[in-house]
């Protein structure tokens, strides 16, 4: 029903608010929003209808449940702020093992991203990226800790000594991405 008070869809939430407004613990709240319900100003200046209408997109362009990338880039192209949107899409990447396109779309959206601290597990990825793209003049602007870097160096390492088996890898490096990358099985879609 909120759902639908954010899309503007009124007569649907007005059907569900009435059935709200004649349960115990629901009256007053259902009661509220049925008094201002059709006046755009007003539901316009609820907290949460506010917080939350600047990320729904304005054309729906999806037409398969695992268009993800496409849905996360519409919400990008509505809001290039929409942190969530970014962050999922980021995260997406990673797990299909798709460094390129993590990378991308990191750089893309850098002047976000650099306004905080770059998660670990972006940085893991920043550097196995640099690794095949070290002329890129851009790696000056992007804060990769050494601590990460001389992990990184540990890890290649043992990879080598080890001749890639990763069970002798796995109680050091289980958490970083590199192992992840090596060794996770990604499920294509």
Not at 91 to 97: D, I, M, T
Not at 100 to 110: G, N, S, V
Request: with cysteine.
């Amino acid at each position: 029903m909120q759902i639908n008070i954010i899309n503007g869809e009124y007569k649907v939430a007005e059907k569900y608010l009435r059935i709200l407004e004649t349960t115990l613990f629901h009256k007053k709240w259902a009661k509220r929003l049925l008094e201002v319900l059709y006046d755009e100003s007003r539901i316009a200046q609820i907290s949460w209808v506010k917080e939350k209408r600047p990320l729904v997109p304005s054309s729906e362009d999806l037409r398969r449940p695992n268009e993800h990338i496409k849905a996360l880039n519409l919400l990008l192209e509505e809001n290039p702020k929409n942190q969530k949107a970014l962050h999922y899409k980021l995260c997406y990447h990673l797990l299909s093992k798709d460094v390129e396109e993590f990378a991308y779309t990191f750089f893309e959206y850098r002047d976000i991203l650099l306004r905080g601290r770059i998660p670990r597990v972006y940085q893991e990825a920043l550097v196995v990226y640099y690794i095949n793209n070290p002329d890129l003049e851009i790696w000056s602007e992007i804060p990769v800790e050494p601590a990460t870097i001389s992990r990184f160096a540990d890890y290649n390492k043992q990879f080598e000594r080890y001749e890639g088996e990763g069970l002798k890898l796995k109680a050091k490096f289980e958490e970083t991405y590199w192992f992840y990358y090596h060794y996770a099985d990604a499920e294509e879609d």
